[in-house]
């Protein structure tokens, strides 16, 4: 499975963006997807997973509240709707896929390129 992300910007402390990650290849097989980020010095930071069905979410305590993760599977493509911007949320957004939640914020393997969400105070 192939990832792309995309809808990065540069956007004003409080505003929104949203991040689309479409699959491509072989998504005939379930999986749950992901989505990380790397601010520039800083390790990559887990962000939300979801489970193939949507039924299942996941997120890291920076964003609980703030961030929803939702998916579109007739168009194999998962969204990340960020609101609240903060400028420590500036990073470059990568999505990730995995068998399950688990394997997805553990140890996935499979990434695509990423998005530069970029947030001025």
């Known amino acids: 499975v192939q990832l792309q992300a995309s809808g990065g910007g540069l956007v004003q402390a409080g505003g929104s963006l949203r991040l689309s990650c479409a699959a491509s290849?072989?998504?005939?097989?379930?999986?749950?997807m992901g989505w990380f980020r790397q601010a520039p010095g800083k390790e990559r930071e887990f962000v939300a997973a979801?489970?193939?069905?949507?039924?299942?979410?996941s997120y890291a305590d920076s964003v609980k509240g703030r961030f929803t993760i939702s998916r579109d599977n007739a168009k194999n493509t998962v969204y990340l709707q960020m609101n609240s911007l903060k400028s420590e949320d500036t990073a470059v957004y990568y999505c990730?896929?995995?068998?399950?939640?688990?394997?997805?914020?553990?140890?996935?393997?499979?990434w695509g390129h990423g998005t530069q969400v970029t947030v001025s105070s």
């Open positions: 290849g072989r998504t005939s097989s379930t999986y749950a």
């Open positions: 979801i489970s193939w069905s949507g039924g299942s979410t």
């Open positions: 990730a896929s995995g068998k399950t939640i688990v394997v997805v914020t553990t140890r996935a393997s499979n």
